[in-house]
């Protein structure tokens, strides 16, 4: 046992010290940390482990010499029954010793959610016939630079949990979509042993990195995504997205930028994608992007196969069960829509159509080579089980995450006005 009388833990996420979701991420950064000790929270008799990790302000300077980040994921399904008015009280140990108490709030919805709609937490076999992907040791970093519209949310959640359950070494504060951060990080030798890395500014994070890595991306049926592009915009981000109607949103040039092909140009570190090339230029442009930069092109209407091909590809032997986040409600769908609005949808999504059919039939005969059988059939039987959640909470979490993406511009304001300030 250690002197844990100068230890102290410090939350960062979640930010606000409320939690909002069935599993949520619990990290932050220790003080005077000892390695050598194990890290936990305690929720009455329930322990939960809390794995070390890199924190930037290590290497950025804003924490002090000997700090360290931890992270661990809370299932409030599991400890539903110790909130109280709303709050929880959680203690923070080493070594099984409890150092810190903390209280941490706990919206209504989310213990209606845990209590209704609980998660899946088990996990499942990945089998397959084969593995057409040749075998790596050390196994592949997967880099998932997504585009809007896809799931990705729902594949980051899960392979993020994955890694944590797993103790594999993952970005926990996605420091990988900054190079400012990540470059630094690589030299120094850490995140050495990073399995997996997520975000829309990822594209490069394997520039660096001394071991093998692979990157994955995912392709939805191009009308029904810009239908949730659509609804997603409205709810979410309504000072960037000024669309009351679908026929507005389609008559603006956005509807061209927020296209498969384009967005893909952008992870890719196209800032200034030009909107205005003609549509042969941009398909062969994507296509062979495609082709060159990613060893799987998933499919969102296959969400099950993909998930197994990330798997055989990063030599995941087991999986847990997807599960939703930050799925719209309902709002407009395709059937909804006027013939001559949805012909010119259409007809302005000819490169993401004909880029989305090639990659969906590679995709069926990678699949079908493979041979999942059983594995496969058994994983998605389980999901279909589910029950869907009701829109309502479907819309306070997209409402949640517009007030997070809110209060995130507001400090970066304050941040650039104290800047120069000081200039």
Not at 17 to 44: C, N
Not at 103 to 131: C, F, Q
Not at 326 to 333: E, V
Request: proline letters at 6%.
């Amino acid at each position: 046992m250690g002197n844990y009388f100068w230890m102290l833990f410090h939350l960062d996420k979640p930010a606000d010290r409320l939690l909002t979701e069935r599993l949520e991420l619990v990290a932050g950064w220790i003080e005077d940390d000892q390695p050598d000790q194990s890290l936990s929270l305690f929720i009455g008799h329930r322990q939960i482990p809390l794995r070390r990790c890199i924190h930037p302000g290590v290497v950025g300077g804003w924490l002090p010499a000997g700090a360290q980040g931890f992270y661990g994921y809370l299932a409030l399904q599991e400890v539903v029954g110790s909130v109280r008015c709303g709050f929880l009280a959680v203690d923070f140990a080493a070594d099984g010793k409890i150092i810190q108490h903390e209280t941490l709030g706990v919206s209504p919805i989310a213990v209606e959610l845990a209590k209704e709609y609980p998660l899946d937490l088990g996990t499942y076999p990945v089998g397959a016939e084969s593995n057409p992907f040749p075998h790596s040791n050390p196994p592949r970093l997967i880099i998932f630079p997504s585009v809007g519209a896809v799931g990705g949310s729902s594949i980051n959640s899960l392979f993020r949990f994955q890694m944590y359950l797993n103790q594999l070494d993952f970005p926990v504060f996605e420091e990988a979509n900054d190079g400012a951060l990540w470059k630094p990080l690589l030299a120094q030798g850490l995140h050495s042993g990073v399995r997996w890395v997520d975000g829309h500014s990822c594209f490069a994070a394997g520039a660096s990195v001394p071991s093998p890595w692979a990157r994955v991306t995912v392709l939805r049926s191009p009308l029904a995504r810009m239908l949730t592009v659509f609804n997603y915009g409205r709810i979410v981000h309504p000072h960037d997205f000024p669309f009351s109607t679908f026929e507005q949103f389609l008559s603006s040039t956005q509807y061209r930028r927020q296209t498969q092909a384009c967005e893909l140009l952008r992870v890719a570190g196209g800032a200034n994608v030009d909107i205005e090339q003609n549509d042969d230029a941009l398909y062969r442009e994507v296509s062979a992007a495609l082709a060159r930069d990613y060893q799987v092109v998933g499919i969102t209407e296959c969400f099950e196969e993909t998930i197994f091909l990330i798997c055989l590809l990063a030599d995941i032997p087991t999986i847990g069960m997807w599960w939703r986040v930050l799925s719209t409600p309902r709002g407009l769908r395709v059937e909804d829509l006027p013939d001559t609005i949805r012909r010119r949808a259409e007809k302005a999504l000819e490169v993401d159509i004909t880029l989305y059919g090639e990659a969906k039939a590679r995709f069926s005969q990678l699949v079908e080579a493979t041979g999942f059988s059983t594995a496969l059939a058994s994983y998605q039987a389980e999901s279909r089980r589910r029950r869907e959640l009701p829109d309502s909470y479907k819309m306070a979490e997209c409402l949640r995450w517009r007030q997070l993406i809110a209060e995130q511009k507001l400090l970066q304001v304050r941040a650039e006005m104290r800047q120069q300030g000081n200039s």
